[in-house]
């Protein structure tokens, strides 16, 4: 059980030594039951708030529901100064799949977290294409966002968020 593993003694020892180190937690997205762990990720971003906590691809939302998934699930987390969520490759092979439009999936995700906590990543090695082809889909994808807001997203969040941190 991942929220049982996620909240054992020693998973909360490497949040401690986390939060003492000045580390950020990026939280791979489970390829299930996503949502049933989004209360304990509150609780721990609660308990370190000085602690960076990235929600990698968006934690998966489920694209084909109202919303692109993304909503009264992720209300806790959307508040919270220390979370923040990463738009990657994978969120636009999935969109593909599933035949959703990549830039309303994202246009959705900036209008519920803000481009200020909504960052664009490659991905590389584990989505489809090269390197050039992810920058162009990633860039392709903010086609409905303002210039700042994708300024945001492709740089000035992610650059915020991995290049502020400094080990105590």
Excluded: C
Excluded at 17 to 45: C, F, H, N, R, Y
Excluded at 128 to 144: F, I, N, P, Q
Aim: charged share 30%; net charge negative.
């Amino acid at each position: 059980d991942k929220i049982a593993w996620l909240s054992s003694k020693q998973s909360i020892a490497v949040w401690e030594l986390a939060d003492e180190l000045g580390l950020i937690v990026d939280i791979e997205a489970p390829a299930t039951d996503q949502d049933s762990m989004i209360p304990l990720i509150e609780k721990m971003a609660r308990r370190f708030p000085s602690m960076k906590v990235v929600l990698d691809h968006i934690f998966l939302p489920r694209l084909t529901n109202p919303d692109y998934g993304i909503g009264s699930n992720f209300e806790s987390l959307r508040d919270l100064e220390n979370v923040s969520v990463k738009w990657t490759s994978l969120n636009m092979d999935v969109a593909f799949v599933r035949e959703v439009a990549p830039e309303k999936v994202l246009r959705r995700a900036v209008d519920f977290f803000g481009a200020d906590k909504v960052m664009w990543g490659s991905d590389i090695g584990t989505s489809s294409g090269t390197y050039k082809d992810m920058v162009r889909r990633g860039l392709e994808s903010t086609a409905l966002l303002t210039a700042d807001e994708r300024r945001k997203v492709m740089h000035d969040t992610g650059r915020r968020i991995f290049t502020n941190w400094q080990a105590s």
